[in-house]
């Protein structure tokens, strides 16, 4: 263990990190403005890194050129399943019943897929994927860069969306709270219905880059939706700047830990830090305190 | 409540203890087993987290050690295949009540939303650890002494233990619904804060809960490990566990003592029914994630309290048509 | 008379909104003493840091003697101190019978707690009397949820209690309830007053405050303005300010 592998596994981590944050980013944001916990984000994921896969295998588009048409097509997915499914989550229990109507529908998208592409792994291909260029030294996977450079663009975009317009306005209001956020005449409906397809969307960029670095299946949506669990949880439910946080914490810390100590302690350890943190703090790094409900 | 149905869980009781008597084809049994073991672990899962209202997405954890406990001891203390082997399923669950306790004392620190993401992040430490440790077996998992039993009567033995498993679990139910430590796990998941103002010592009551809950799921671990004969990590410390069990109390009725009972005989029936016929996995899938769909949509509460609202309408509605018809005014 | 409950300078802010400062208040042992106050005034606030459910930032609240400033609220009300909300809090999936027998008794172990049967006969017979009490025992197998607001004021009433309290802070119990209602609870309070219980009443219905209260307090903008008896309170050009002009008009954040 050298202090090159150090370096190199820390910037590997903050290149994939970015890519993860997005993705937490668009899963805290449903949480933060509908209260609802999408365990169907990793399915999404592969469905993006699919439907990337279809389009450069059967039709010869590029990857990134591809996330054109993957993008707003997940974000259609997302609001027809918003609509069909969870705006019939009733009653106190509502958070719970999310868990469960959207992990019914990941069962569902699930077997779908399996049927369609079968459970052979896949993996995307482009000329980027396998190349990597020398910086300082370091051999760094072009599709490394070319993916943070897109975490950085679709994130910097996120942001500009809510800070520079009204829509988002309305969403900063509905993630501080959504009763008074109601009151002040936002169209909540709207805005959640709107928020579930954009963190829907970003899961196709998410997955692209995914399916290009990890051969992939189906059942690879398992480990995804635990770690961006692990994410949003880890940097407080339904804070965005939580989620950048922890997403590239969390892949860096994995990454630096495959290198120290091995790879067998490396996944471990991205739930245990998770179990550790909370232990001392509850609410997660950047979460709100519960409140005392007097 | 139980008043008018105490005739029904006699029949049912001994329709199960005469089912492997009658029907000797070993697919069916097989079956029943699986049936039973998961009717113990959602009702003890209910006992908990139907109650209290915390979902614990975490419980194959409870399983696994369970599993693994049961595997370990065998091992060690050359516990050769017979019968001797059963006195051991409750050892496991011992040794899942007492895991239970340190990852309660973490988990159940945390608001309810985050308690369920905690779970899953606990099942999954345990999950690897298991795969990743040698004394674990690793990937390659841990093998039990098989039990040369004859084929045709393999099943009898384990069908019963799972049995009583689960009339114990329901047992366990009653007697903590009954109790007054069962109306403050109820408080909890009304108005926790409102019952900590009452008194009610609300990390203690939740703690109990769990830990109990665990050592019945505990002992369905041990006795999947020693039916199978062989574990694998990601077998007894499987996800789709974790959310089957819930489901099967959500499809039954959460908080009710009959929705786990049902939810599981007919979700885990159906499931090993369907990976009989259909090794298509992926139509499976699609199939059971659609029914819950419809389930979770349209009959939250459960079909248990789904068919009883059903009743009662049905019943109000025959009332009100007989008083039409006897001519009283309405 | 002995002081059974004592406020001493407590003061509270949240972020920038400082809703209880340096306010002061006391409850003799066997009176029934009113608190009153425009919206925003700190009256929610100050119960609950009264009952543990807020820390107070300096300050001290005694009771009996024993200092509670930083107490749980289960401490507290294993101490003696009952208290009703604004808004209902009752567990609405249990029976109403149920609901009073969660309530543990002031000063057994948690063991025991645990351990203890829900039908011991005396308990069940000290519920049904309470329940009778406040007129809703032939409700007592409903589920709560059923109850109309009326009712589960009373029911609210009947758990604080079970415990045997020495003194009961209500927060509003005359809120939203029909004058009938109204008395009935008036009715209540004295006679169990009588029996040697204290109460700190947070009320807006002043008629009610006036007639039943022997001591009023009056708290403006987080503070104790005046204290004294209902008629010195009423002919208080201080207290007239206070609800009248020159208060803060923001939004009533007691609401919990």
Not at chain 1, 141 to 148: E, S, V
Not at chain 2, 133 to 159: D, R, V
Not at chain 2, 199 to 208: D, H, Q, R, T, Y
């Amino acid at each position: 263990m050298n202090g090159t592998a150090v370096l190199h596994s820390i910037i590997d981590g903050v290149l994939t990190g970015s890519v993860y944050a997005l993705m937490a980013t668009g899963l805290t944001l449903i949480f933060g403005v509908m209260n609802i916990i999408n365990v169907a984000q990793g399915i999404f994921v592969i469905l993006g890194a699919y439907l990337s896969y279809a389009l450069s295998v059967h039709l010869g588009i590029d990857l990134f050129v591809g996330l054109a048409i993957t993008i707003p097509t997940l974000f259609v997915v997302g609001i027809v399943v918003e609509r069909l499914f969870l705006t019939r989550i009733k009653g106190p229990e509502r958070v719970v019943m999310s868990i469960l109507v959207t992990y019914a529908v990941s069962l569902v998208i699930e077997g779908i897929l399996n049927m369609v592409f079968s459970t052979n792994y896949v993996e995307l291909h482009a000329w980027y994927v396998n190349r990597s260029v020398k910086v300082f030294g370091i051999y760094l996977p072009y599709i490394y860069l070319l993916g943070f450079a897109m975490a950085v663009v679709l994130l910097t975009a996120l942001y500009v969306m809510l800070y520079r317009t009204r829509f988002g306005t309305s969403v900063r209001a509905s993630l501080a709270d959504q009763t008074s956020a109601a009151l002040v005449g936002i169209n909540v409906r709207r805005v959640s219905t709107i928020c579930f397809g954009l963190g829907v969307a970003v899961t196709a960029a998410g997955g692209m880059i995914y399916g290009a670095t990890n051969a992939f299946n189906a059942s690879s949506s398992y480990d995804l939706i635990s770690r961006l669990l692990v994410i949003i949880v880890l940097g407080g439910m339904g804070s965005l700047g939580g989620a950048l946080v922890a997403g590239i914490m969390m892949v860096t810390i994995e990454d630096l830990v495959a290198v120290v100590w091995g790879p067998v302690w490396s996944n471990l350890s991205f739930f245990l830090i998770l179990v550790i943190v909370l232990s001392l703090r509850p609410q997660g790094l950047f979460g709100k305190q519960s409140v005392r409900v007097a | 409540m139980l008043r008018v149905r105490n005739v029904w869980w006699i029949v049912a009781l001994a329709a199960f203890v005469l089912f492997p008597l009658i029907e000797t084809n070993p697919t069916w049994t097989t079956i029943g087993i699986f049936a039973l073991i998961f009717m113990g672990c959602a009702t003890s899962w209910n006992m908990f987290s139907g109650y209290s209202g915390y979902v614990n997405l975490g419980s194959a954890v409870s399983y696994g050690v369970g599993a693994y406990t049961i595997t370990l001891l065998a091992d060690h203390l050359n516990v050769p295949g017979n019968g001797d082997l059963f006195w051991l399923v409750p050892v496991g669950g011992l040794a899942a009540m007492i895991i239970a306790i340190p990852v309660g004392l973490i988990a159940l620190r945390v608001r309810r939303h985050t308690f369920v993401v905690i779970t899953i992040a606990i099942f999954f430490v345990f999950q690897l650890s298991a795969i990743n440790f040698s004394f674990t077996g690793g990937t390659a998992g841990l093998q039990l002494p098989l039990i040369p039993w004859l084929e045709t009567n393999y099943n009898k033995p384990f069908y019963y233990a799972a049995l009583a498993i689960a009339v114990f679990a329901v047992l366990l139910s009653v007697a903590v619904r009954r109790s007054r430590f069962g109306l403050q796990l109820l408080a909890i998941r009304d108005d926790e804060d409102r019952a900590a103002g009452l008194g009610v010592k609300v990390f203690a009551v939740k703690l109990v809960g769990f830990t109990m809950s665990a050592f019945v799921v505990g002992m369905g671990g041990a006795l999947y490990a020693i039916f199978i004969g062989q574990i694998y990590p990601q077998f007894v410390f499987d996800p789709i566990f974790d959310i089957s069990i819930a489901l099967m109390c959500i499809f039954g009725g959460l908080g009710t003592l009959t929705g786990p009972l049902l939810g599981a005989l007919v979700l885990e029936s159906t499931q090993q029914y369907l990976a009989i016929r259909f090794s298509n996995g992926s139509l499976y899938l699609i199939i059971f994630g659609s029914l819950f769909l419809v389930i979770v949509l349209f009959m939250p509460q459960g079909i248990v309290v789904f068919l009883g609202d059903w009743r009662s309408r049905r019943k109000a509605r025959l009332a009100e048509g007989a008083r039409v018809v006897l001519g009283e005014a309405s | 008379m002995t002081t059974l409950l004592s406020v001493d300078r407590v003061s509270k802010s949240f972020g920038g909104l400082q809703a209880l400062s340096e306010c002061s208040l006391s409850v003799e042992k066997g009176s029934i003493t009113g608190l009153i106050g425009p919206n925003g005034s700190g009256k929610t606030t100050l119960f609950n840091v009264i009952t543990g459910y807020e820390k107070p930032d300096s300050g001290a609240v005694t009771f009996e003697g024993t200092e509670i400033t930083r107490a749980s609220p289960s401490r507290v009300f294993a101490l003696g101190v009952g208290r009703t909300f604004q808004i209902t809090r009752i567990f609405a999936r249990i029976s109403v019978l149920e609901n009073m027998l969660v309530a543990t008794q002031r000063d057994e172990g948690w063991l025991r707690g645990l351990t203890r049967s829900k039908s011991s006969k005396s308990e069940l017979a000290s519920a049904m009397e309470w329940l009778d009490f406040v007129g809703i025992v032939r409700l007592a197998d409903q589920p709560a949820g059923s109850l109309s607001f009326g009712q589960r004021k009373l029911l609210e009433l009947a758990y604080v209690l079970v415990a045997d309290p020495d003194v009961i802070l209500l927060d509003e119990p005359a809120g939203g309830v029909n004058l009938t209602l109204i008395n009935e609870i008036a009715e209540k309070i004295r006679s169990l007053n009588k029996s040697g219980k204290s109460f700190l009443i947070v009320e807006h219905n002043m008629e009610f405050v006036m007639n039943l209260c022997d001591r009023v307090t009056v708290m403006h903008q987080g503070a104790d303005l005046v204290s004294g008896t209902p008629s010195e309170i009423r002919s208080n050009p201080l207290v007239l300010d206070a609800y009248l002009g020159g208060s803060d008009e923001y939004d009533d954040e007691e609401v919990s």
